[in-house]
């Protein structure tokens, strides 16, 4: 590098190697910027995707019993569908409003079926897996938390689970929020992991 002054001014003056060089390390630099940025925005979609996913599985759970009833008393509108639980639930992660995922639910019958007997399959594997957890005391509880506040013939207050299971309703809303994250594991897959 040559450097001349001129009017308060320097001129600096570079080879074809040097600059070349300088062109590199630019281009190195905001690639590995642009790197950088696009992994934090693909994590930040993947946790948006996950909350999805995850106020979805709420959202079917708070409306098992209607989702039940719709599908038993629906039984003419019923056809052979070649959509798959997972089909409708990868449809339902577009839509934001509550009203019109569970109205997309019911369009048919068929569909409706489709989704109730995943969640109760889904939460036999949840029985299953709780059953055979380390913890199994603790899995159990968790499971039978989520059972009767959701899925029971006639289900329970955070009160009236915290009596059952002798203990706070802090424990009933962190069982409860645990034991949701794993069905979610289960009914949406592993695409279902809360990514954090």
């Known amino acids: 590098m040559d450097g001349q002054t001129t009017d308060n001014r320097t001129l600096v003056v570079l080879t074809h190697e040097q600059l070349r060089d300088i062109y590199e390390k630019a281009a190195d630099i905001g690639a590995k910027e642009a790197l950088k940025i696009f992994e ?4 930040k979609e993947q946790r948006k995707r996950a909350e999805r996913k995850l106020r ?11 989702l039940k ?27 934001y409003d509550n009203e019109v995922i569970i109205e997309s639910i019911k369009r048919s019958a068929t569909r ?10 889904m939460f036999d594997l949840y029985a299953v897996y709780c059953d055979k ?13 989520l059972w009767d506040m959701y ?4 289900t329970l207050s955070v009160k009236e689970v915290a009596k059952k299971q002798h203990v706070s309703r802090d424990t009933v809303y962190t069982d409860q929020r645990m034991a949701i994250e794993k069905l979610t594991a289960l009914i949406f897959g592993v695409d279902g992991l809360n990514v954090r």
């Open 151 to 154: 899925m029971a013939e006639d």
């Open 56 to 66: 979805n599985t709420k959202l079917l759970l708070r409306n098992y019993h209607m």
């Open 112 to 121: 409706t079926a489709v989704i109730v007997s995943h969640i109760e399959t």
């Open 40 to 43: 934090q925005e693909r994590k």
């Open 133 to 145: 957890a380390v913890n199994k005391h603790i899995e159990k509880r968790r499971y039978e938390v």
């Open 69 to 95: 009833e719709h599908a038993e008393n629906s039984v003419f509108g019923r056809t052979q569908m070649e959509e798959s639980a997972m089909d409708i639930l990868e449809s339902m992660m577009s839509i």
